[in-house]
């Protein structure tokens, strides 16, 4: 293995040359494998510099240099200034905003996270999962969104993405399974919203339930269709289902929970949705299940009024 400061001579040598010489360098002629051994003694800051002197380097460094994307982290933090942070075994490197697309096809498309640390910087974070879709696992959102009503529509728009967005007050909302939303640590604000979710599943693992919510206009343009609550007041429970809820001694065989024997019905202000809800145990946790069936097709209700955004 060559030594590393043999190496380092030759990166700043390679700098200082001017563009013909770059062109013979004999770096850029060695075979794969030993171009591979030579960027992977090198530090992270200095393989990107590197491939900014020109496409070529650029080109030879990111089909050369193809590492595990999970040996990287990669982080870009919306704030004033959007900088990207990246850390691996080869050490770190951290960049300004018109290094990120750079830095990200030379690493070639690791898998990224964004933080979004302030107010105005919630439309660049949205920017930056729109661009990388599919590259973006994580959200993180470092500032408390002013009410429920603009969580939900941020976290509408991070569905389509499939990434887990972390809030700073220790909710998690996981919207990497297709049509599945996942809630853990739902503060009381956004409880009265998660109806307005865009998804078929709807997952929530504690947090005051509002089957009255539920009963209003609001939820009854919401296209969820099963809704499972992992329970941690029952009797907060008990009183919402007999307050808005009619009690059902009907049997019947759920496709997941088995045998259902006592469930309980509730249906929307309009009469064009009815809910079973029905408490059972699953996992060894307590749930109630929420099953919704639509009375009018969707398409119909869409028509006569404007779906949430």
Known sequence: MSDPAIIQRVLENF???????????????????AKTNVLRQLHLTDIIQLSLLSQRTKHTISFNFQIDKSQFTCKIWCKNNTTIYVTSPFGSFTGSLEHIDHVVEVLNYPYLQVIIDGEQAVNQGIEW?????????????????????EIQLFVNQMIECGVLIEFCHDMVIDCSMKNTVRIQNPIAEFMPYIWGLKCQYLQVNSGKIDLGRWKTLHCTLSKIERVIFELTDKEEVDGQLQKYCKKSEDRFLHPIYGTIKECYKIRDEKEWKEATL????????QLLVMDIQYFVALDIIEKNLDFIK
Do not use: A, M, Q, W
Request: hydrophobic content about 25%; cysteine-free.
């Open 278 to 285: 029905f408490k059972t145990e699953h996992d060894g946790k």
């Open 129 to 149: 999962v729109n661009d990388y879709r599919g590259l973006v696992t994580t959200v993180k959102h470092l500032t408390d969104p002013p009410n429920g009503r």
């Open 15 to 33: 700098i200082n040359l001017n563009r013909e010489s770059r062109r013979r360098l004999p770096f850029l002629h060695l075979p794969r494998s």
